[in-house]
């Protein structure tokens, strides 16, 4: 699926977001507190928009490593790299979230944007996490909720049930890819859930932040 809509991917988060999924990126590279001298994961990278904010920040990521399932996504970030000149800094692998390719320790932060969720088993993945971080390193995850206030909540799932995925089929030209996307956040955890996961996986300092208006959290945390 995520194959199938990988050429208008990036068109349709920026459509669908009205743009605010940049700031959204820019808020959860902020939270890694970056020194200039940090190896990081981006998993779960789909097209590398936030492995690209990661090097782009200031001060910058060392080095990221984007790693994803879906090869047609990481086609379309590895031309965005290329046409940015960041091939030296920025290196993409196709490989699982609940099996990451990567040695104990070998990164010093870690980020994820909208991807968690699509994991099968979050716990494993979330081990995983911690068995590649270095000791003290962080993470910042970004991620759909359903936000709580009734009346944006009822605007929110209106839009989220009927516009969005009426905007996904017209320019994805893929029927099921925006129905997907409701139903997923629908039986994902609860923002509090994921707060309890990652704390029994060995993160501590955890924190998750509500974002315009509560359709989006950035959970952060540190390796303990």
Known sequence: MFDAIAARYD???????????????????????????????DLCAG???????????QPPAARVVGVDFAHAMLRVGQEKIRQGRLADRIALVRGDATR????????????????????ENTAAACEEMRRVLAPGG???ILEFAIPAA???RMLY?????????LIGRLISRHTAAYGYLPASVGAFASPGELVTILRQHGFVDVAAARLTFGIVFLY?????
């Open 100 to 119: 990451i390719p990567l040695e104990d320790g070998a990164v010093d932060a870690i980020t994820i944007g909208f991807g968690i969720r699509n994991v």
């Open 11 to 41: 068109l349709l988060n920026h459509l669908l977001s009205a743009g605010i999924d940049r700031r959204w990126r820019k808020r959860a590279i902020q939270a890694l507190s970056l020194t200039g001298n940090e190896r990081v994961l």
């Open 138 to 140: 962080r993470i910042a």
């Open 220 to 224: 952060s945390a540190r390796r303990g």
């Open 150 to 152: 009734p009346g944006v």
């Open 47 to 57: 097209t590398a928009d936030l492995a690209i904010a990661a090097i782009q920040a």
């Open 157 to 165: 799932l209106w839009y989220f049930n009927h516009v969005l995925p």
